[in-house]
């Protein structure tokens, strides 16, 4: 359906569900969306459908009223209990909401329709999702999926302001949002300064991490490209290093010193909101194609994003970066676990190269 033909009908909505089953990072990438929604239904209570890893994002949204966390057992594996009592419980929590809409965002590879059958069957009338099978009476409002994976798709941003369009919530501002905590920031203050920080000096921030280990950039490859971006950085430049909830093997490569720079590893784990306070203050942050990379974007924070070609759609957005990969032919494979022994679409980017962009984001250089 058009989006003249519909808008009326999404304008009465008041209490209004978005489902976003992914991480943090995903989340984010809807943010532009779920703003315009707030922007034109700004007396409606809109909550958040999300998974447990993102949940904690509702301090810092403040176009949301509320998340409601589920681990979906059609995004994510292996499910260790095949009882539904989970789905059931949710199934009762939405009916007794009484949600008017729902606008279900996925990406052009998973299908929407699980979780348009599960908000037809809590009694939500208005049911919006891009499609590429018929969704019949699934959804009330479907969008034809266009998106074929591959270097010239939208970028995942870009998609989910095109659901929200297709039935009159316009964006007025395209930048993915992140509101930051002053009690976050003075927590993050101080850690720094106990590992030896010194006031106003500026670093480096350096996270290894990534769910998938498809998209993880060794560790000694980032250890080398630090030793090389030391030789040539300015002044008094420092090196933070942290990892995600379960990284911790991943910072061992990255704790011992190279010369002249002995890198501050923050490894206690961190809420979202300290995360935010860590990217936020630094001058530039090399990571994987991960969460934190998309948290720099809402945050202004340049970025250096080492790029595993499993999927293209999920560069950084509207800020100052450098995306690193290695051309394979094997690219958009959406695999979680690389099959080949060399895992050369990252291994393929040398360390100098990943110096190389931190040097120019932390010159000035445009994206």
Known sequence: MSGT????????ARRVLLVRLDGLGDVLMCTPAMAAVRAALPGARLTLLTSPAAAGLLPHLPELDQVIPFEAPWVRGPVEAVTGHAE??????????????ALIFSTCTQSALPAALLCRLAGIPLRLAHSREPAYGLLSDRLPESDVLGPDMRHEVQRQL???ASVGFEARDARLRFTRQPADDERMRQRLEALGLGAGQA?????????????RYPSEAFAAAMAQLRASAPTG??????????ESSLLAPLREPVPGWAPLVVSEPLSIGELAALVAGARV????????????????????DVYALTNPQHTPWRVRSRVLSHEVPCRDCLRSRCPLPQHPCLRGVPPAAVAQAALELLAGAPS
């Open 237 to 246: 430049l420092a090196l933070v290093v942290c990892a995600g909830a379960g």
């Open 203 to 215: 670093y480096v921030l350096l996270h290894p991490g990534a769910t998938a280990p498809s998209r």
């Open 88 to 101: 059931r419980a949710l199934l009762r929590h939405l009916r007794r909401a009484r949600f008017d809409a």
């Open 285 to 304: 942050l090399v990571a994987n194609n991960s969460g934190p990379v998309h948290l720099a974007a809402a945050l202004g924070t340049p970025v250096v």
């Open 5 to 12: 033909a519909t808008t009326p009908r999404w304008q009465q």
């Open 162 to 164: 095109d659901l929200v």
